[in-house]
T-cell receptor, first 110, second 112 residues
Framework: GIQVEQSPPDLILQEGANSTLRCNFS?????LQWFHQNPWGQLINLFY???GTKQNGRLSATTVATERYSLLYISSSQTTDSGVYFC????????????FGPGTRLSVLP | DAGVTQSPTHLIKTRGQQVTLRCSPK?????VSWYQQALGQGPQFIFQ???????QRGNFPDRFSGHQFPNYSSELNVNALLLGDSALYLC???????????FGPGTRLTVL
């Protein structure tokens, strides 16, 4: 099956700093999403981005499908950005067998 | 517009018991997928339901079963609970033909 790697596994930032999270995947995909899991376990949709670049406020994401990686950029980080960031991919359509990476745990210090 | 809802929020069971978890999809969605997330790991796909049928299944034993109702809501049943079944169970919904999935808040199951 498809393999998903995320780096770094852990990241500690001072409030206001910028960061880049990376997701590598082993095969071509039809779906790629970035999620933020808050301390209560809720997975919050950040981006649906199988290819290209998107921006939403302080967050942006780029997926280079031909090179099988995606990047999530967080600018001017805030303490509320803390949590675990997951990349998830799907080879097929319709959300079947959606495969998650191991996550990047981000801690933003005041 | 209500998002994906799950019940109950928390559940404590003992080994050997059976459990049923429930999920209501986001309005306009017809497909429901279930995931298991062990502590410190990413969610793992259990199975997906569409048109009241199981469409695809991950690497989980037959103790895990499900159902989808005509209103698109879904249940996840786990029989003969093991300690290793303790996890956060997440439900996701999507609309057929659209790949983006939306997740519910999860049910935290503890097996003692």
């Amino acid at each position: 099956g498809i393999q998903v790697e995320q780096s770094p596994p852990d990241l500690i930032l001072q409030e206001g700093a910028n960061s880049t999270l990376r997701c590598n995947f082993s095969d071509s995909v039809n779906n790629l999403q970035w999620f933020h899991q808050n301390p209560w376990g809720q997975l919050i949709n950040l981006f649906y981005i199988p290819s290209g670049t998107k921006q939403n406020g302080r967050l942006s994401a780029t997926t280079v499908a031909t090179e099988r990686y995606s990047l999530l950029y967080i600018s001017s980080s805030q303490t509320t950005d803390s949590g675990v960031y997951f990349c998830a991919v799907e080879r097929d359509n319709y959300g079947q067998n959606f495969v998650f990476g191991p996550g990047t745990r981000l801690s933003v210090l005041p | 517009d209500a998002g994906v809802t799950q019940s109950p929020t928390h559940l404590i069971k003992t080994r050997g018991q059976q459990v049923t978890l429930r999920c209501s999809p986001k309005s306009g969605h017809d497909t429901v997928s279930w995931y298991q997330q062990a502590l410190g790991q990413g969610p793992q796909f259990i199975f997906q339901y569409y048109e009241e049928e199981e469409r695809q299944r991950g690497n989980f034993p037959d103790r895990f079963s499900g159902h989808q109702f005509p209103n698109y809501s879904s249940e996840l049943n786990v029989n003969a609970l093991l300690l290793g079944d303790s996890a956060l169970y997440l439900c996701a919904s999507s609309r057929r033909g659209y790949n983006e999935q939306f997740f519910g808040p999860g049910t935290r199951l503890t097996v003692l």
